[in-house]
């Protein structure tokens, strides 16, 4: 099923000093062993390397190629730096790449770019990158990446996570004992049997350790054995013979199921390395080698930088191009000259056979026109999706303290304050401005304490970056997954301190009045939640997104109606349209006329009439807006709960759909930028040159 095969066409001679048969990829064995032999009793010139054209047959793989890939970051007026210059490879299928490299030589930023995950506006991208011949747009589950950092639901145990993940990701005619199967097959594979029951954990408790967490985050995205995946330091944290066995079981899926993998890593065991079938050797965004793993050796040793015997190759060619640490900093004068030998390696690597086989490998590639790439996630059905986040959110919730746990308890201990400071408050003249005073806290400060479980929200969000960009589900289900899973909860924080202020107070004794206060109560804080949500589409940080909350709510308060009466609200900008958006205009009405309307107020003071009628006092006192009922007010919450969780989704549809438009627009010439490599080779001229 192998369409690609590498067609050894280099005539053997005389061997360098050290064969790399020492360090062939195990993996490789098939593809390389005609490449192996004659490697072993091979030639001393660089030059007159074996050739490696690669074959490519229509087929369900996926070739991915880029050339003369240029990124470039702003540093606003002091120009802009190049982070990759000329970039010129290709990633084949039933093979692993490995980007090599010192760390901040632009190993992430070249995975991302590959991955179309170069999302900085300060970041510019030039070159052509083809995933089988054709230009397409890669994120969205077309790809698989797992990223450095793990982005997961810390409040579920390894056998969960990765079972909701088997559940969102594959197909609905899979059963569940199958996805289960499935599921628990993939966490043995990735050695974590013993911790199928353990929490991941996070910041409120300890769970599984960073080398942990890291094969969880594999483990869901191998699940679907993806056509393409990407892995930024999938070794890190592991130990030596986990990161064996983890790579190990990456290279045979890719070889088994014709998969492509390209994986950033810093410092493979030599049983590691083995593994690899290509390796892109980066320092400081220039490519110092790319070409099979098997031919590297060649370079450095064809320029008087050959692998000590016994010295794992990989350890030799970092140490070999790493120039972070050439200064004596005792003496503070430069030691080495790894500038010099970088340069060397570079230049020679760009005028060897290896690069020109590359260039033809690439064009060969480019011209071979395949199908689009499918989509390799969203396969359960929208409904499927919905119901798996509805009860994934359902438990996270129930175990993340921060989400509704400790606002529960605060809640409590806050409406017990408002029930014993405003106590039996009466129906005299003076519980006219106390029974307001007390509703208008409720519907304020309340509602404002739902801020709280921004953090936690925020977290989500991470996850569900993490899991749009790979293409796990859609944003409707989210949304729904969030909202209908948050329900119960709010309306226990909105029925149990509600009922503890109410009836303490000794509002209104009835019981329908009762059930509105508390509807209310539950819908404004839902309004918070969805002002929240929506914040956190825009500002991706919790604490600038607490404060950006915090500040759009203030707004709204000193505008509801209570601090300022609405007749006294200046008319531009406050009362229009500011008091008609605020949601506290309608829970203060709301409030005001479920409690006021019906009662009567006996005078105690001198002077005046001796009772008033609560709709007297929302007429004149409060100035309420008595043209229509308090349902009403109701429905207006309920619909800006609607419109927020709309505009939510729609934010990040728009941000999804725009920003690729407008980087396109932005994007400038790297050669119009402060930093430009040497001679670099545009690609139509590397075209001419094939
Ligand atoms: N958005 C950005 N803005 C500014 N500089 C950036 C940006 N992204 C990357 N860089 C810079 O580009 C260089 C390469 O970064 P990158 O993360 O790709 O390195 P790396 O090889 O993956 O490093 P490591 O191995 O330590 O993870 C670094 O100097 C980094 O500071």
């Known amino acids: 099923m192998d369409s690609s095969v590498i067609v050894p066409t280099w005539t053997p001679g005389s061997s ?99 991955a179309g995950r170069l999302l900085s506006s300060r970041i510019h991208q030039t070159g052509e990158i083809l995933v089988n011949g054709r230009k397409e747009t890669l994120a969205f589950g077309t790809s698989a990446y797992v990223t450095q950092d793990d982005a997961l639901v810390t409040t579920l ?17 899979m059963s569940i004992s199958e996805k289960k199967e499935r599921a628990e097959m993939t966490i043995r594979e990735m050695g974590l049997q013993d911790s199928m029951d353990t929490r991941i954990g996070g910041w409120s408790s300890k769970g599984l350790s960073g080398g942990q967490k890291r094969r969880v985050s594999i483990c869901i995205e191998l699940l679907t054995w993806p056509k393409l995946l990407f892995l930024d330091e999938p070794t890190s944290g592991l130990d030596s013979a986990a990161s064996y066995h983890v790579m190990n079981r990456i290279v045979k899926l890719a070889r088994q199921h014709r998969r492509t993998v390209i994986a950033s890593i810093h410092q493979p ?55 972070d640490f050439d200064e004596d900093i005792e003496q503070g004068i430069g030691t080495n000259n790894t500038e010099e030998i970088i340069n060397t390696l570079v230049k ?31 396969q359960a059905s929208f409904i499927t999706q919905s119901i798996v986040l509805t009860k994934r959110s359902f438990i996270n919730m129930h175990r993340d303290l921060g989400y509704y746990v400790l606002r529960f308890v605060m809640y409590c201990a806050l409406c017990l304050c408002i029930g014993t400071i405003f106590h039996d408050v009466g129906f005299s003249y003076d519980s006219i401005q106390a029974r307001g005073s007390m509703l208008s806290f409720v519907s304020s400060f309340l509602t404002f304490m739902a ?19 790979n293409g796990h589900y859609g944003v409707g289900a989210f949304v729904i997954g969030n909202t209908i899973s948050s329900i119960p909860y709010l309306f226990l924080i909105s029925l149990i301190p509600g009922a503890l202020a109410y009836y303490l107070v000794g509002l209104q004794k009835n019981f329908g009045r009762f059930v509105y206060f508390v509807l209310l109560l539950f819908s404004s804080m839902t309004v918070v939640e969805s002002i929240m949500m929506t914040v956190a589409s825009i500002v991706p940080n919790y604490l600038m997104g607490i404060i950006t909350g915090a500040g759009i709510q203030g707004i709204m308060l000193l505008n509801g109606g209570f601090f300022r009466l609405p007749n006294d609200l200046p008319d531009p900008v406050w009362r229009y349209p500011v008091y008609y958006i605020a949601f506290h205009t ?31 006092v ?73």
């Not at 936690?456 to 749009?468: A, L, P, T």
């Not at 006329?593 to 006996?602: I, M, P, V």
């Not at 007010?633 to 999804?656: K, N, P």
């Open 348 to 378: 020679s690597y760009k005028s060897s056979e290896i690069w020109k086989e590359v260039q033809h490998n690439v064009l060969k590639i480019s011209q071979q026109k395949g199908g689009p790439l499918e989509r390799k996630g969203s």
């Open 269 to 323: 065991s030599s049983e590691v390395f083995e593994l690899f079938h290509n390796l892109y050797l980066l320092s400081s965004g220039k490519t110092v080698y790319f070409g099979p793993v098997s031919m590297a050796e060649m370079l450095f040793a064809t320029n008087g930088l050959p692998c000590p015997p016994l010295k794992n190759p990989s350890d030799h060619y970092l140490k070999t191009i790493n120039k």
């Open 586 to 616: 309608y829970t203060n009405q709301g409030f005001y006329k479920n409690e006021y309307e019906g009662l009567s107020f006996t005078n105690d003071r001198a002077g005046g009439p001796p009772t008033i009628s609560g709709n007297e």
């Open 16 to 114: 360098p000093e050290h064969s790399s048969q020492n360090h062939q990829p195990e993996a490789a064995e098939n593809d390389n062993l005609e490449i192996e032999s004659m490697v072993s009793g091979r030639v001393g010139s660089y030059n007159e390397a074996p050739s490696f054209r690669i074959e490519t047959e229509p087929g369900d793989g996926v070739f991915l190629t880029w050339a003369d890939l240029w990124v470039t970051v702003s540093k606003g007026r002091k120009g802009s730096r190049a982070i990759l210059q000329g970039l010129t490879g290709y990633a084949e299928p039933g093979k692993m790449l490995a980007i090599m490299g010192p760390s901040g030589c632009g190993k992430s930023t070249l995975l991302d770019t590959l």
């Open 618 to 690: 929302l007429r004149s006192f409060w100035q309420v807006d008595m043209g229509y009922s308090k349902w009403v007010d109701l429905a207006i919450l309920v619909s800006m709960v609607v419109i927020y969780r709309l505009m939510f989704w729609g934010i990040i549809i728009s941000v999804e759909k725009v920003k690729p438009i407008l980087k396109y627009y932005m994007a400038v010439s790297p050669k119009q930028s402060s930093m430009i490599l040497e001679n670099p080779t545009p690609i139509s001229s590397q075209q001419q040159m094939v």
């Open 451 to 469: 801020i709280g479980g921004f953090p936690s929200f925020v977290e989500d969000m991470k996850i569900f970056g993490r899991e749009r960009l």
């Open 157 to 173: 145990t390894v056998r969960e996570a990765v079972f909701y993940s088997a559940q969102l990701q594959l197909p609905d005619s």
